[in-house]
């Protein structure tokens, strides 16, 4: 059974990968309300922080090595609530065993996707997911905010080749990114060039296992880089 030092540990993987604004909303929500009201100022100003900082870098109002600075001050408030934390801390500490902070986003062909993708994240204890819909792409500044991307074919209304091109198209291109392919398999998706970054699933059986195992590696893959990226497509 994970301890509080696992918890830490999580939230310093978080940290690692830049995920500032996952790592303190698991921090809000395991706080007990006694703690939570103790931090609760310091916690809202650095959420404001962090949608400033980031406002001003798309806007150019801040350059780049600015921003960059500005993230490493938040990682140093975030890095010292974390040292903080004690078992006393955390609410309901058995279901907070249970939860799970993994930033996943969700690609799907339109709302009524959304809509069942929903209900099946909703049954489980995913904490960090996250949904888009539509025609316009999302960039890689906005993917790479996740640790896993979830394609959806499998709830498709309109045109299915084209929705299938335009998954392709405007999001397999991108590398460095970990996509998980959800419906009936397509040729498309399945040469090689992809293999090392796109894992699939036709059921939602396998959709949970596959996402847990695409995290227990993706887990694993940041603490010891020499393990080779999977091309498991099974």
């Keep these: 059974m994970k ?9 310093h993987e978080l940290l690692e990968n830049d995920q500032l604004k996952p790592a303190l909303k698991m921090i809000r929500d395991i706080l007990n309300e006694d ?23 798309r806007l150019g109002e801040i350059t780049r ?18 040292d903080k934390l004690t078992t006393d801390d955390i609410s309901e500490l058995d279901v907070f065993l249970q939860e799970n902070y993994t930033p996943i986003m969700v690609i799907s062909d339109t709302s009524t996707g959304v809509a069942k ?3 099946f994240f909703n049954q489980f204890y995913f904490k960090l997911v996250e949904y888009h819909a539509g025609k316009v792409p999302l960039s890689k500044d906005r993917l790479s905010q996740f640790t896993i991307i979830i394609l959806d074919a499998m709830y498709i209304e309109g045109n299915r080749m084209r929705y299938l091109n335009h998954l392709e198209d405007h999001y397999l291109q991108h590398e460095g990114l970990f996509f998980l392919y959800f419906g009936k ?37 940041r603490t010891d880089k020499t393990l080779p990226k999977t091309d498991d497509h099974v």
Excluded: W
């Design 3 to 11: 301890e509080i030092e696992d918890i830490k540990q999580e939230l």
């Design 35 to 57: 703690v939570k009201r103790q931090h609760q100022q310091l916690i809202i100003n650095t959420f404001r922080r962090l949608k400033v900082s980031a406002n001003e870098k």
């Design 65 to 82: 090595e600015e921003f960059n600075v500005e993230q490493s001050n938040i990682t140093g408030i975030i890095l010292d609530l974390i």
């Design 117 to 119: 993708m929903k209900q």
């Design 185 to 221: 398999r397509h040729t498309t998706f399945e040469e090689p060039e992809y293999a090392h970054k796109l894992h699939f699933s036709n059921s939602v059986f396998s959709l949970y296992a596959r996402i847990n195992e695409m995290m227990d590696y993706l887990r694993l893959y």
